[in-house]
């Protein structure tokens, strides 16, 4: 069937360390990918996405690209700041809904 | 800047009691979806509907739970009877999509939900 695999959290990295969190997918067909973020007290906001094999998804400053032969779609950040500190969650499009990884959580200590 | 709305934004309420929370999607977007986010179970699909038909409800608790959409700005989740577990984040998220695809989900607020 269809499932996300998140890297368990809580990661806690310094200010300006290097970000990684690992996702990897099963899914039949072509699914699109995404990341979302919750920052506490809201609700998920688009981080950025793929939609085929080897698109980059980026946006402030994060980064994944779609890897068909891995089946993963890791988010990178090469300077994390505080006001980074958030829940992410990977995400599968698929059958017209998506399917969630079960988040990961992300200290920066100052 | 077009947003998903949820009201209320917390409810306080006893056992038993009825609860119902609304959201306003986007306007234009063609799905709805109600998730719930706890703590132990992280975040779950309970519903989605797609031109305003219900498409698989098999994430909720159909003894107590039902989703309607009476038109394309107002969706609902009620609960009734409701019971301590049900004390959670429930999101509305919307987006436009197909029976293959689908595009950015734009969650709103949620609803904080405390039941005693």
């Known amino acids: 069937g269809n499932s996300v695999t998140q890297m368990e959290g809580p990661v806690t990295l310094s200010e300006e360390a290097f970000l990684t969190i690992n996702c990897t997918y099963t899914?039949?067909?072509?699914?699109?990918l995404f990341w979302y973020v919750q920052y506490p007290g809201e609700g998920l906001q688009l981080l950025l996405k793929?939609?085929?094999?080897?698109d980059k998804g980026s946006n402030k400053g994060f980064e994944a690209t779609y890897r068909k032969e891995t089946t993963s779609f890791h988010l990178e950040k090469g300077s994390v700041q505080v006001s980074d500190s958030a829940v992410y969650f990977c995400?599968?499009?698929?059958?017209?809904?998506?399917?969630f990884g079960q988040g990961t959580t992300l200290q920066v200590k100052p | 800047d077009a947003r998903v709305t949820q009201t209320p934004r917390h409810k306080v309420t006893e056992m038993g009691q009825e609860v119902t929370m609304r959201c306003q999607p986007i306007?234009?977007?063609?799905?709805v979806f109600w998730y719930r986010q706890t703590m132990m179970q992280g975040l779950e699909l309970l519903a989605y509907?797609?031109?305003?038909?219900?498409?698989?409800d098999s994430g909720m608790p159909k003894d107590r739970f039902s989703a309607e959409m009476p038109d394309a700005t107002l969706a609902t989740l009620k609960i009734q009877p409701s019971e301590p577990r049900d004390s959670a984040v429930y999101f509305c998220?919307?987006?436009?999509?197909?029976?293959?695809?689908?595009?950015?989900?734009?969650f709103g607020p949620g609803t904080r939900l405390l039941v005693l």
């Open positions: 793929a939609t085929k094999a080897d």
């Open positions: 509907f797609r031109n305003r038909a219900p498409l698989d």
């Open positions: 306007l234009g977007h063609n799905t």
């Open positions: 998220a919307s987006g436009h999509g197909t029976s293959k695809s689908i595009e950015t989900q734009y």
């Open positions: 899914a039949t067909g072509y699914p699109s």
């Open positions: 995400a599968l499009g698929v059958g017209g809904k998506l399917i």
